[in-house]
């Protein structure tokens, strides 16, 4: 390993530990309210996530199709961040539509990964379509059911639109992991765990997020909005480290 090396896994470190140290003070900040503060602290474990990702492109020399998507994934996923926490509603559509656009990125750095290792794999099966559907409408039912929000609330309604590409992020994660790990490629399983956790937090994080933004009952509930952001960045974090193994 070359000091060139070292310096690099170092600064990864560095930047993990800055984003963990950062995270409770964000949330300390952004209590009362969206602030100039808060923004300033979840703005750091943001840039955080995206040196990670810039700093694994370093590391790895990869400069895949993969690579590159995610990146541009985790860029807009930084503006996401900025704008969900301006006051508004106009920043807030802005937010998020750099959200979904970042997990669009995510799905086309996964097809470009199923091209590179399964050029004979078909990237959409009707299993995977099948269990998009199991997912989305129990979350539906969850929402409606169990938390009692109106079908015809606009949360229930960015939910849905959102959940047409989270959840595929999600299992498309998951089915290119599973077919990685089978393939026995160098260090498959660690990439196959990264990717799949991290878009499995994604998951947690963003079913947790709809409701403490659009659901009078939980918009107080501290241990909720503690998840919701620990899950997040750590979904980000993992899905940028995975650039490391995949790709290369």
Known sequence: MSPQQILLIVLTAVAIVVEIIFTPLFLKAQRPGISTKSRFYKMICATMFVCVGVLAILYSGNRSDFAQFMMIGLVFSWFGDLFLHIKGKKPFIVGFICFTTAHVFYLIAYAHATKQYF??????????????VVLEVSLLLFYTKVKKMSIRSVGIKLGIVYGFVLLPMMIKAAAFSLDF????????????????????????????????????????????????????????????????????
């Open 119 to 132: 050029p004979e794999r078909r990237f959409i099966t009707w299993g995977e379509v099948l269990i998009f």
């Open 181 to 248: 790990i089978r393939s026995g490629a160098p260090n498959a399983f660690l990439a196959g765990f990264l990717l799949t956790f991290g878009a499995f937090c994604f998951v947690l994080s963003d079913t947790s997020l709809l409701l403490t933004m659009f659901n009078p009952p939980d918009r107080k509930n501290i241990k909720l909005k503690n998840h919701n952001i620990a899950t997040y960045f750590a979904a980000q974090t993992l899905l940028a480290l995975t650039i490391h193994f995949i790709g290369v």
